[in-house]
């Protein structure tokens, strides 16, 4: 997809394995549309990612393709390249990746960082993560009864946040399902500060690693994948997906 010439856009970023592309990121994705008005959602499967140093189970261009497919129909939804395995081997880092594309948006676009509650719970071992909120702002789907401890424990260490005039109190776990987006500040000790919105509690409880082990449990003694049980296809994963896993034998 060509990044150049959005102008006055609101985009988000949206990194990850995609192993497979499942409900769970679609939900998220659709929340961030829905409570931030985002324009476009890059879905950009990672080629090396660094905390995971055994790597994915499919290869980038099988990745790419299942995104593809899993958001399709989609407005506002794209599947891009630019977290592409690099030519030397060497692990991609949002840090870059955020960086890079900033530099490609046109003026007046806005770039955030989109990502699910267990990416922000790891977000502290990241490469530069205390700047990577401001680069773009984080975009963050939460669980259920999360608290604010909660958040300020995930956010890299001398980094601060604080509520937002008409938000949920400090008390209050935050968000729940009927609840709005929230919206909070993030600050650093040099005194820069930056948005930081958390969206309505997301209940798609989905695992790409089960999904995987689910699937890799149904291929019989000939190497054939069976049927997957009918709540891995309708609850986990799109059905244009489900056919891809089954057409390239994924995950055995």
Same mark, same amino acid.
């Given at each position: 997809?060509?990044?150049?010439?959005?102008?006055?856009?609101?985009?988000?970023?949206?990194?990850? %394995? $995609?192993?497979?592309?499942?409900?769970? #990121?679609? &939900?998220?994705?659709?929340?961030?549309? @829905?409570? *931030?008005? =985002?324009?476009?959602?890059?879905?950009?499967?990672?080629?090396?990612?660094?905390?995971?140093?055994?790597?994915?189970?499919?290869?980038?261009?099988?990745?790419?393709?299942?995104?593809?497919?899993?958001?399709?129909?989609?407005?506002?939804?794209?599947?891009?390249?630019?977290?592409?395995?690099?030519?030397?081997?060497?692990?991609?880092?949002?840090?870059?990746?955020?960086?890079?594309?900033?530099?490609?948006?046109?003026?007046?676009?806005?770039?955030?960082?989109?990502?699910?509650?267990? %990416? $922000?719970?790891?977000?502290?071992?990241? #490469?530069? &993560?205390?700047?990577?909120?401001?680069? @773009?702002? *984080?975009? =963050?789907?939460?669980?259920?009864?999360?608290?604010?401890?909660?958040?300020?424990?995930?956010?890299?260490?001398?980094?601060?946040?604080?509520?937002?005039?008409?938000?949920?109190?400090?008390?209050?776990?935050?968000?729940?399902?009927?609840?709005?987006?929230?919206?909070?500040?993030?600050?650093?000790?040099?005194?820069?500060?930056?948005?930081?919105?958390?969206?309505?509690?997301?209940?798609?409880?989905?695992?790409?690693?089960?999904?995987?082990?689910?699937?890799?449990?149904?291929?019989?003694?000939?190497?054939?994948?069976?049927?997957?049980?009918?709540?891995?296809?309708?609850?986990?994963?799109?059905?244009?997906?489900?056919?891809?896993?089954?057409?390239?034998?994924?995950?055995?």
């Amino acid at each position: 997809m060509e990044q150049r010439g959005v102008i006055g856009e609101r985009i988000a970023f949206f990194g990850g %394995s $995609f192993d497979p592309p499942h409900f769970g #990121h679609l &939900a998220v994705a659709r929340a961030a549309r @829905a409570s *931030l008005g =985002v324009n476009m959602v890059l879905f950009a499967p990672v080629g090396a990612q660094p905390l995971k140093p055994k790597g994915s189970m499919a290869s980038f261009a099988d990745r790419m393709a299942m995104t593809e497919l899993a958001i399709e129909g989609e407005p506002g939804f794209a599947a891009s390249p630019i977290d592409a395995p690099k030519a030397d081997g060497t692990a991609n880092f949002t840090f870059d990746t955020l960086t890079r594309l900033r530099s490609e948006l046109a003026e007046g676009s806005i770039l955030y960082c989109l990502m699910g509650a267990d %990416s $922000f719970l790891s977000l502290r071992k990241w #490469h530069r &993560a205390a700047e990577i909120p401001f680069l @773009a702002p *984080l975009i =963050v789907g939460s669980r259920p009864r999360e608290s604010m401890n909660d958040v300020r424990a995930a956010l890299p260490e001398g980094l601060t946040v604080e509520v937002c005039a008409g938000n949920a109190p400090e008390n209050r776990e935050i968000p729940d399902q009927e609840m709005e987006m929230r919206e909070f500040a993030v600050g650093n000790e040099a005194g820069q500060t930056s948005a930081f919105f958390l969206l309505p509690g997301l209940h798609e409880d989905i695992s790409a690693s089960q999904i995987r082990e689910a699937v890799r449990g149904l291929y019989d003694a000939n190497d054939q994948l069976g049927s997957l049980p009918r709540r891995a296809a309708d609850g986990f994963l799109p059905s244009a997906v489900l056919a891809y896993i089954r057409e390239h034998g994924l995950y055995r």
